[in-house]
């Protein structure tokens, strides 16, 4: 049994962020909250507006829950934009697709053409899911969910930095 709760737009320090709250557990069911600590990028203090967007998809490519946004960031520094949010994903680890993904999408705003644009993504794949830090690499846009032509950003060696907490509810 699927329970969806819509929660409505938050507004945080004036910057739109749709971060869902822990979701309503099943039984028996293992659960992934992520902490997004920092991505390296090397034009990191140029970029205007940073947020990341999450989302769970499947191996086609389809939402297996609704996207969320971190609030866009100020802090950042030569090689870095720190984040420092808690992303609770919405689905049970049982019920994801073993071929999908957790999809970490860094957008921004580009003032020239007064549009949010994707400047990169990483992947956190099921079998990397363990307790504890993590680095994922980041890819060139745009966007591929079916992971067939994935090129890395740059060659110098900048992550995102994530980490891992698993819950597991009560069996009763």
């Known amino acids: 049994m699927c329970i ?3 929660i409505p737009l ?3 320090d004036e ?3 749709t971060l869902q709250p822990e979701p309503i557990q099943e039984r028996g069911m293992s659960y992934l909250s992520v902490r997004i600590e920092k991505i390296g990028l090397k034009d990191a203090q140029s970029l205007v507006d940073p ?3 999450i989302c769970a998809k499947n191996r086609k490519g389809f939402n297996l829950s609704l996207p969320q946004s971190t609030p866009i960031t100020g802090k950042r520094d030569v090689c870095y934009i720190w984040v420092d949010k808690t992303v609770h994903i919405q689905n049970s680890l049982n019920s994801l697709d073993k071929e999908g993904g957790i999809y970490f999408i860094l957008q921004h705003y580009k003032q020239k053409v007064s549009k949010i644009s994707t400047k990169c993504f990483s992947i956190l794949e099921l079998d990397e899911i363990e307790e ?3 680095a994922l690499e980041i890819y060139k846009k745009p966007v591929e969910y079916k992971k067939k032509k994935l ?3 740059s060659v110098k060696p900048l992550y995102l930095h994530l980490t891992l907490h698993l819950t597991r509810s009560a069996e009763q």
Do not use: A, N, R
Request: aromatic share 6%; net charge neutral.
């Open 51 to 53: 947020s990341i967007t």
């Open 10 to 12: 938050i507004c945080l």
């Open 15 to 17: 910057s739109i962020s």
């Open 132 to 134: 504890g830090p993590i």
């Open 151 to 153: 090129s890395l950003l």
């Open 4 to 6: 969806y709760v819509i």
